[in-house]
């Protein structure tokens, strides 16, 4: 990206950037946690749904998901401890992408449970498979976006000296400070 554009242009544009990935993946995360929270029976029920872990495992991960989401989208949200919270999201979302590839290749007709719900799709009812990973995959590029240029601008790393520079994203080339 930064050889695309003059080194001026990057460095005022690449944290703006990066301040808007880090929201909407960290919303997203909030809103999907919260949502699971509330109804964290359902969260369960959406994990066993994918047949994919032992119910023991899948019981786990029902009650832990939420909590994983809300921390990792609360951190993204203001800042800090940006590339981790970065990578953790990405992960997820991958992890979600499998998941759903996973249920569509098997032939499971199942709510992904994204964001609260999840089991048993009706019989009127279809799988929305490929929008879903097509949501999340985006979700994926918006966290590798973060991993390479953060923390972005309003972000608590950069107020707490944790992001090893100006409180921005340096760019490789830009003298002129």
Known sequence: MTALLPPRVASVAIPWVTTVARLILGAVLIVAGGLKIGSI??????????????????????????????????????????????????????????????????????????????GQLEAWEEPSYLLDIVRDFGLVLLAAWTVRFPPGRFALDAALGLSGGRG????EGDDNE
């Open 41 to 118: 029976q359902q969260s369960v029920m959406a994990v066993r749904a994918y047949r994919l872990l032992p119910d023991s495992l899948a019981t786990t991960v029902g009650y832990g998901l939420p909590i994983l989401e809300v921390v990792v989208g609360v951190l993204l949200v203001v800042g800090l401890l940006t590339r981790v919270a970065a990578v953790v999201g990405g992960l997820l979302m991958l992890a979600f992408v499998f998941g759903i590839a996973w249920a569509w290749a098997r032939g499971l007709r199942i709510d992904c449970g994204c964001f609260g719900g999840g």
């Open 168 to 171: 921005d994203t340096e760019i």
